[in-house]
């Protein structure tokens, strides 16, 4: 009994209701824990072209490994994406 692999995946089907479990269980918010010591990755914005290349798959995993390694060790993270511009690049 065998079940033939569709030939590109996809996420839609793979990952039904799962994004939703994991907001339903906040597991993208820090625990508060008070006597957890705190650690946090902001992640960077896109570069200014917009294209995706294999460094940012790369930064994002490395990023995602340390900061379930931390939560692992008893750290209070929190993994945050940063969106609009930085402010000490600004001119002006």
Known sequence: MSKELSPKYNPAEVEAGRYQKWLDADVFKPSGDQKAKPYSIVIPPPNVTGKLHLGHAWDTTL??????????????????????????????
């Open 63 to 92: 990023q995602d490994i340390i900061i379930r390694q931390k939560r692992m060790q008893g750290f209070d993270t929190l993994w945050l994406p940063r969106d609009g511009p930085r402010r000490d690049c600004d001119s002006g």
